[in-house]
């Protein structure tokens, strides 16, 4: 087992960017132990998200991922790769039920 495979704890969110106050708003958030990739949960978590609720007109979403004592890791939702990226088992054990059953392919 390498310094990589070990499960680290993280904190997730999603957030909505309100243009008239200029602040991200926090829509929804978790904690997660795994050895997945930060990035690749901030991916998963985004794609789940709106996946189960697409985004408005002039909607801007991102999501954070930052392992404890890590750097934080965003994805907007222009970053998803539409179709090319799936998360793997890793990611999708590290996200709560409703994210995981958003995701293409789940089951």
């Known amino acids: 087992m390498t310094c990589e495979d070990t499960p680290a704890r ?4 999603v957030e909505l960017y309100e243009p008239h106050s200029q602040v991200w708003i926090c829509k929804a958030w978790g904690r997660a132990t795994t050895s997945a990739n930060p990035l690749d949960i901030a991916r998963a978590v985004l794609a789940g998200y709106l996946a189960g609720s697409p ?3 002039g909607e801007t979403f991102r999501a954070t991922a930052r392992p404890d004592g890590g750097q934080l890791v965003t994805v907007t939702a222009d970053q998803l790769d539409d179709g090319a990226w799936e998360a793997g088992p890793d990611v999708r054990q590290a996200l709560p039920l409703y994210l995981r059953d958003a995701l293409p ?3």
Request: proline fraction near 0%; glycine fraction near 30%.
């Open 10 to 13: 993280l904190l997730w969110a």
């Open 55 to 57: 985004a408005g007109y």
């Open 105 to 107: 392919g789940a089951g």
